[in-house]
């Protein structure tokens, strides 16, 4: 297949991908700064692929300090087309136990304290992210989940929160009860807002870690419990993004139908005249194909 380069953002317990034939970490550079490390570049199942472990090999950084703009402008750099997102969640399901994975498919931003756009002033642009992720992605995700024989829920809406704290109680009541959230991580936002704005299709699966701490019968979040659960969750990760790998090597998807690729086609609000020729420039790699500047 042409055109298709897939990145996979490893979170929590996630430092490394097996198996990439010619794998080497690539040092990238962007106008927004480093990326969270070196990212891993191969191919795999006849795909090329990358990898990024988001909160650095080791785990240095925390959800807030992760440099979301960074990141995803290294994969757009690279000329990735395609981001999942293999990330560490807590459940407000009982169905959503640890070890299920979860296709997410709405997200709550809670998150206050990051860059969320590429977009500053200068250049305003708006993307639309009514419908967050690339759902021919998703889809196929969720089936390579499935073939990896993983519990898998299609559909959920992922509460982002800024952490590094868990919730309170009551915070974790309110977003099951009266908020429906489905699941809650730390990371995923802004990096699907950002995602969106480079034109890039995303998906995101949760792994199950915990219940959070509103269930009766299962006490606070540990952060031993998650660890364990997460070495478990390991090889069911590595297998799902195999089985997507060779997916996607296998047959080329066309333009998807929730237009991610063509997310920036009516965005700029700035009147060309108006634009500030630095942003201008700096956008290149991320909107160069509406700025005609790529
Ligand atoms: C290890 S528990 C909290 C931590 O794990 C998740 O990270 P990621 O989404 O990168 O897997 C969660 O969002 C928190 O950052
Ligand atoms: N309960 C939880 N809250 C926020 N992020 C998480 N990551 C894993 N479990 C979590």
Redesign the pocket.
């Known amino acids: 297949m042409t055109g298709v380069k897939l990145a996979v953002i490893g ?2 317990g996630i430092y490394d991908i097996e198996g990439l034939e010619g794998a080497s970490w690539q040092t990238v550079e962007t106008p927004w700064g480093a990326p969270s490390d070196a990212i891993l570049t191969g191919r795999l199942a006849g795909l090329d692929v990358c990898f990024l472990p ?2 650095g090999r080791g785990h240095p950084l925390p ?1 807030t300090e992760v440099p979301y703009r960074a990141n995803i402008a290294a994969l757009k750099q690279l000329g990735v087309t395609h981001v999942l997102s293999v ?2 969640v807590g459940s407000f399901r009982e169905e959503m136990a640890p070890g299920d994975f979860v296709v997410v498919d709405q997200f709550i931003d809670r998150t206050v304290n990051r860059a969320k756009t590429f977009f500053e002033a200068g250049l305003v642009a708006h993307v639309s992210v009514a419908h967050p992720v690339c759902a021919d992605l998703a889809a196929r995700a969720g089936a390579a989940a499935r073939s990896a024989g993983v519990t898998v829920h299609d559909g959920g809406t992922y509460l982002a929160m800024e ?1 590094p704290q868990f919730s309170t109680l009551a915070e974790s009541r309110m977003y099951r009860e009266s908020w429906g959230a489905d699941v809650i ?4 936002m802004p990096e699907a807002k950002l995602a969106r704005e480079a034109e890039l299709h995303y998906a995101s699966v949760a792994m199950v870690t915990d219940y959070d701490s509103w269930h009766p019968d299962h006490g606070e979040v540990d ?1 031993n419990d ?1 660890r364990r659960v997460l070495a478990a969750n390991g090889a069911h990760a590595r297998a799902t993004v195999a089985a997507l790998a060779a997916d996607l090597a296998g047959a080329a998807p066309g333009a998807c139908a929730t237009g991610c690729a063509t997310a920036l086609d009516h965005a700029l609000l700035t009147r060309p005249e108006a634009r500030d020729p630095a942003l201008v420039a700096k956008l290149s790699g991320i909107a160069g194909r509406v700025l005609g500047n790529g």
């Open positions: 979170g929590s988001r909160h959800p990330s560490a952490g991580g730390m990371t995923n952060v998650i």
